[in-house]
């Protein structure tokens, strides 16, 4: 478990310079990884960030995200991709609100898997929440502080990096990492695989 006490557990340091000349952040700080989104003043268009741990590529695993808004917001959304590389990714977010979506993007496309729906388990403010997503072959199954919000199947993606994520709509939102795991699933062993992109 990663509970980012070091700048050298493998996420990127700080944000890549055309993303932080627009005002985005990213980096490590004092035993959490923050990630700031300017706000785009809009609440039909949104801006995202995401940064994956480099250089490793994952096939089958749980991963276990623990993340905090660094003050209380009212829009935005924090969360985890997975399965992350050149061909595209998966996403799970989770808004202000306590509402769940499910994304892919696909060689450009995005599609929605599961759209916006409150999820009771949320805890609102600047509690922490745990998102959990298991991958085993084309079986995902998505959780949120242990409830469940779906199980899905999906054969588009078979492996890639994993990482954090979050998006402003109309204000600036900073995103409180607190935690980050990668494990074997239930039944099944975790295999590790070469990065599609190495930095």
């Known amino acids: 478990m990663d509970t980012f006490g070091s700048s050298a557990s493998g996420f990127p340091k700080v944000a890549d310079p055309e993303a932080a000349s627009k005002g985005y952040r990213a ?4 035993g959490h990884y923050a990630i700031g989104v300017p706000g785009t003043g809009t609440n039909t268009r949104g801006n995202g960030y995401a940064v994956t741990l480099e250089g490793r590529s994952f096939t089958d ?9 660094a003050s209380t ?4 959304a924090y969360g985890i991709v997975f399965r992350h590389g050149e061909k595209g990714g ?34 609102s403010g600047t509690q922490e929440n ?17 409830g469940t919000v779906a ?3 999906d054969t588009d993606l078979r492996f ?9 709509w109309e204000s600036p939102i900073e995103a409180r990492f607190t935690s980050f795991r990668v494990a074997p699933p239930a039944e099944g062993i ?3 695989v070469p990065a599609l992109s190495p930095r």
């Open 27 to 30: 980096g490590y700080d004092d």
């Open 130 to 146: 745990l998102i959990s997503v298991v991958c085993k072959g084309a079986t995902f199954t998505v959780r949120l502080n242990g």
């Open 190 to 192: 975790l295999c590790s």
């Open 90 to 123: 998966y996403d799970v977010m989770v808004n202000a609100r306590g509402e769940v979506r499910i994304g892919k993007v696909v060689e450009g496309k995005r599609t929605i898997i599961r759209d916006w729906e409150r999820m009771y388990s949320y805890r």
């Open 151 to 153: 199980t899905f199947t």
């Open 160 to 168: 890639g990096e994993v990482g954090l994520a979050a998006v402003a």
């Open 73 to 76: 917001v009212d829009t935005g």
């Open 61 to 69: 695993f749980t991963l276990d995200v623990q993340t905090r808004w």
